[in-house]
């Protein structure tokens, strides 16, 4: 597939990273040149040099026989202007634009052919925003993503030395709960994946990912650790966009106030929020976070658009007591540095936003891509078409499919049945099918199994 990426920044080094792995052909478009050397030296992907909307500069950088145009610069108006100059003057079939701003967002009829031809729109604030909710809703859990319009949940949590798997297979895990089916899909010991089986041995301080049906996530959540409960009390440090639109969601079922630095945000914060407290100040002000009691605070969520801001007040807020710390970090070379220590999650928006930006990337019918720990793996939803001639996968028990090695699927969901993947079940056209890759390398493999040929016969 032929890909222009416009914007070399974090999200757009990324996404040219995972690409490129692929055997897509790759070309970035920056007006940075250092930038798009520095990624040219160890990519194999083309650059080219100048303002991303420009038509010569979307003409070189091969526009007219592109696939599809992915447009991350920092600029939600200069995204916007080149999927309509694409659109207009080259026809680019598929357009894919970050957008920012909610006030392009929330407007109906905006984007599409007719109007500004973008097909689709990611906005990394409101992707951020649903992941932080639902790490809120499971107090203890790493990462949770939803799966099936939310039928089905993924779930990493620690596992914890007094848990009742922690030192037994996981084949025991259907011993503890014999009502409830799951199924644990990978497993990080010391940064290094495993693709468990039954006889796999849980080790305290493993991250654990299991998938289970929403309903069932609690219970099997308790069998790898204590459960903490539920969370009350919030402190946002940080009331940008994020810190808004996450405060505005939660604040009629969590006591929440937010800590900013501008005097004149922390007004029109005010005036935006119903029950929201604003409070003016540094979040690394230590004699602000002890009036504040932040030692009674469940949660304190670092969310500016500053690392070190983040790191240096998250680090406070959990000497100073706070319950567990959640912290934003746009690079992502410290992320794996602060996770785990006084720290308890380190969240990628760059990652975040890759997962939502390769669902609409790869081949067949893709329906949802999500990262696994900050991109060492990776989980998809895929959708079985065909029947038993034409597919390698419809019509076939799930121990009939031949998965290349460092793949497994966790679940299947049928309308509104989720059955956890167990080796008689037998796969439907239309089905939906959860698979987990320890190893990316092999998502051309998995295109190429579910892809619906004539006959293969």
């Known amino acids: ?69 992915i447009a991350v610069t920092n600029s939600d108006e200069i995204n916007m202007v080149a999927c309509q100059v694409a659109y ?26 007719d109007a500004i031809p973008i097909d689709v729109f990611i906005s990394p604030e409101e992707l951020v925003t649903r992941y932080i ?73 493993d991250e654990v990912f299991f998938i289970a049906a929403k309903k069932n996530v609690m219970p099997v959540m308790s069998e790898l650790r204590r459960l903490d409960t539920p969370y009350k009390r919030l402190v946002i440090a940080g009331g940008g966009n994020i810190g808004e639109r996450l405060a505005r969601s939660v604040e009629n079922r969590y006591h929440v106030k937010i800590i900013e630095r501008s005097y004149d945000r922390c007004r029109a914060l005010s005036e935006q929020l119903s029950k929201a407290i604003v409070l003016h100040g540094s979040a690394s002000d230590h004699d602000l976070l002890a009036q504040e009691n932040i030692e009674e605070t469940d949660v304190f969520l670092a969310l500016t658009n500053d690392d070190e801001a983040n790191i240096m007040s998250s680090l406070l807020a959990k000497r100073m007591g706070a319950r567990k710390v959640i912290t934003l970090i746009t690079n992502p070379a410290y992320v794996d540095l602060v996770q785990g220590g006084d720290i308890d999650i380190a969240l990628s928006p760059q990652q975040i936003t890759i997962g939502s930006l390769l669902t609409h990337v790869r081949r067949g ?89 004539f006959t293969f016969f």
Request: zero cysteines; hydrophobic letters at 40%; a negative charge.
């Open 1 to 69: 597939m032929k890909i222009i990426i416009l914007g070399a920044g974090q999200v757009g080094g990324t996404l040219a990273a995972n690409l490129a792995s692929e055997h897509n052909d790759i070309t970035v478009v920056d007006k940075d040149p250092d930038r798009l050397r520095e990624l040219q030296d160890r990519l194999d992907i083309g650059t080219v040099t100048g303002q991303a909307s420009h038509p010569d500069v979307l003409a070189r950088a091969g526009a007219a026989d592109a696939d599809l145009l």
């Open 88 to 113: 207009t003057l080259f026809r680019t079939p598929t357009k894919i634009s970050r957008i920012r701003s909610n006030a392009y967002t929330s407007v109906e009829k905006l984007f599409g052919n």
């Open 133 to 205: 909710k639902r790490l809120l809703q499971y107090p203890g859990s790493l990462q949770v993503l939803d799966f099936a319009d939310g039928k089905v949940q993924l779930v990493g949590v620690k596992a914890y030395y007094g848990g009742p798997l922690v030192g037994n297979e996981l084949a025991a895990i259907r011993d503890h709960m014999p009502t409830i089916d799951t199924r644990v899909a990978a497993i990080f010991r010391r940064g290094t994946a495993i693709l468990p089986s039954g006889d796999t041995v849980v080790e305290a301080g």
């Open 365 to 453: 019918d893709i329906y949802n891509v999500h990262s696994l720990r900050r991109g060492a793996a990776e989980a998809l939803e895929i959708i079985a078409h065909g029947d038993n001639r034409s597919s390698k996968v419809v019509g076939r028990r799930l121990d009939e499919i031949v998965l290349p090695d460092g793949v497994s699927i966790g679940a299947l969901v049928r309308g509104d049945d989720v059955m956890i993947a167990h080796s008689h079940l037998l796969v439907e056209s239309e089905d939906h099918l959860i698979l987990f890759l320890v190893d990316k390398s092999k998502i051309k493999m998995v295109e190429k199994l579910f892809q619906v040929g």
